[in-house]
């Protein structure tokens, strides 16, 4: 007799016409009555104890369940870097600069929202007037910029302190 | 279909004379009443007493059960009343038990002697129910759903279905699994 059929039987989920012959099956078969014993006992065990088995700890997950990440770089979008640093660089050019620039305020908004849309800041230069170039970094000073959050990186254990977020390292290499 | 359906089938059979059916429903309910019984005899050797006492005037009786009510409904009051009657003689005395038939025909229930010789599988130790809420705990999330809504909510396999967005015979299986994943702990307890 198929235990998954006696399962059901116990169940009451097995059907007119074939009940008779489990029944039949069963009473012949004193393994599958020493089943029909224990998977009443399991029932009759469950219901005495609701509670506890609400309180049972979380399932252990099936290895078919584990999924293995990938490495943070590989799963990043290209533009994505590129999107951060932009920002990076729109902060540094704003400190730079002071706020000794009132009027450009309409203009710097404008290179803020096309640097929301992850575009390099040399290609921000592109899209302003000539006025507009000498608020984006030039080459040298992206290159400093870079170079000092490499270099506090690597730096930062000896420091002692908890140095740069990863994401701002990671940016400091992919925006080349 | 229903549970009650496959109890209607066994106590008919019982009705044409069919003994096993019988063991069936003792195997099937005998820890239900066993429980039932302890809550008003506390000894355990008493409870079982009246348990098999509870058991052999359902056999007698059954003969005019015309299925009013479900079984398990009818087998609890005789073990109500026979629990109740027990209380009421208090005389510590064992139980007669006849082993006899109406017809005088001696008595094959196998399972309900075979349990009573071990009567601590019978009372449902706490090993027992220790080593099956183990096994739940260690259930796949989908197997340990599914029997859950089965044998603690009372839902059928449709209704299981819905819930679990799956179809019936996922179900039937996932309650299988879970059933055997447990029973695999479970069967050399009661064996032993």
Request: glycine residues 6%.
């Given at each position: 007799?198929?235990?998954e059929?006696?399962?059901?039987?116990?169940?009451?989920?097995?059907?007119?016409e074939?009940?008779?012959?489990?029944l039949?099956?069963l009473?012949?078969d004193?393994?599958a009555?020493?089943?029909?014993?224990?998977?009443?006992?399991?029932?009759?065990?469950?219901?005495?104890?609701?509670?506890?088995?609400?309180?049972?700890?979380?399932?252990?997950?099936?290895?078919?369940?584990?999924?293995?990440?990938?490495?943070?770089r590989?799963?990043?979008?290209?533009?994505?870097?590129?999107?951060?640093?932009?920002?990076?660089?729109?902060?540094?050019?704003?400190?730079?600069?002071?706020?000794?620039?009132p009027?450009?305020?309409?203009?710097?908004?404008?290179?803020?929202d096309?640097?929301?849309?992850?575009?390099?800041p040399?290609?921000?230069?592109?899209?302003?007037?000539?006025?507009?170039?000498?608020?984006?970094?030039?080459?040298?000073f992206?290159?400093?910029?870079?170079?000092?959050?490499?270099?506090?990186?690597?730096?930062?254990?000896?420091?002692?302190?908890?140095?740069?977020?990863?994401?701002?390292?990671?940016?400091?290499?992919?925006?080349? | 279909?229903?549970?009650?359906?496959?109890?209607?089938?066994?106590?008919?059979?019982?009705?044409?004379?069919?003994?096993?059916?019988?063991?069936?429903?003792?195997?099937?309910?005998?820890?239900?009443?066993?429980?039932?019984?302890?809550?008003?005899?506390?000894e355990?050797?008493?409870?079982?007493?009246?348990?098999?006492?509870?058991?052999?005037?359902?056999?007698?009786?059954?003969?005019?059960?015309?299925?009013d009510?479900?079984?398990?409904?009818?087998?609890?009051?005789?073990?109500?009343?026979?629990?109740k009657?027990?209380?009421?003689?208090?005389s510590?005395r064992?139980?007669?038990?006849?082993?006899?038939n109406?017809?005088g025909?001696?008595?094959?229930?196998?399972?309900?002697?075979?349990?009573?010789?071990?009567p601590?599988?019978?009372?449902?130790?706490?090993?027992i129910?220790?080593?099956?809420?183990?096994a739940?705990?260690?259930?796949p999330?989908?197997?340990?759903?599914?029997?859950?809504?089965?044998?603690?909510?009372?839902?059928?396999?449709?209704e299981?279905?819905?819930?679990?967005?799956?179809?019936?015979?996922?179900?039937?299986?996932?309650?299988?699994?879970a059933?055997?994943?447990?029973?695999?702990?479970?069967?050399?307890?009661?064996?032993?």
């Amino acid at each position: 007799m198929k235990h998954e059929d006696l399962s059901a039987l116990v169940d009451g989920e097995i059907g007119d016409e074939a009940r008779p012959s489990l029944l039949d099956a069963l009473s012949a078969d004193v393994d599958a009555r020493g089943a029909w014993r224990r998977y009443h006992v399991i029932g009759d065990v469950l219901r005495s104890a609701p509670a506890m088995i609400e309180a049972l700890p979380a399932a252990p997950l099936r290895s078919a369940e584990v999924v293995t990440l990938p490495a943070r770089r590989g799963v990043r979008p290209p533009l994505a870097g590129l999107a951060v640093a932009a920002s990076v660089a729109l902060v540094a050019v704003l400190l730079v600069n002071g706020a000794g620039m009132p009027a450009r305020h309409a203009e710097l908004a404008a290179i803020e929202d096309v640097g929301k849309d992850a575009v390099s800041p040399q290609v921000v230069a592109t899209v302003g007037d000539e006025r507009d170039l000498q608020l984006v970094p030039t080459g040298s000073f992206d290159q400093r910029l870079d170079g000092y959050l490499v270099n506090f990186n690597e730096q930062r254990s000896r420091l002692g302190v908890p140095g740069v977020h990863p994401y701002v390292r990671i940016v400091g290499f992919d925006a080349r | 279909m229903s549970d009650n359906t496959t109890d209607s089938d066994l106590v008919q059979r019982v009705q044409q004379g069919d003994k096993t059916a019988f063991d069936l429903l003792v195997l099937k309910y005998q820890h239900r009443i066993v429980k039932l019984v302890s809550r008003y005899v506390r000894e355990p050797t008493d409870a079982l007493d009246v348990t098999q006492e509870t058991f052999l005037k359902a056999y007698r009786a059954l003969p005019r059960f015309r299925g009013d009510s479900a079984f398990y409904t009818w087998i609890y009051r005789i073990a109500i009343n026979t629990a109740k009657n027990y209380l009421v003689a208090m005389s510590r005395r064992p139980l007669e038990v006849d082993l006899e038939n109406e017809d005088g025909e001696p008595l094959s229930m196998d399972s309900l002697q075979k349990s009573l010789e071990t009567p601590e599988a019978l009372l449902l130790t706490d090993e027992i129910r220790d080593t099956i809420l183990d096994a739940m705990a260690k259930l796949p999330p989908d197997l340990r759903e599914a029997i859950t809504l089965r044998e603690v909510d009372g839902l059928s396999y449709e209704e299981i279905a819905e819930a679990m967005v799956c179809p019936i015979g996922t179900v039937r299986s996932r309650i299988f699994r879970a059933r055997e994943a447990i029973d695999l702990r479970l069967k050399p307890l009661l064996e032993n």
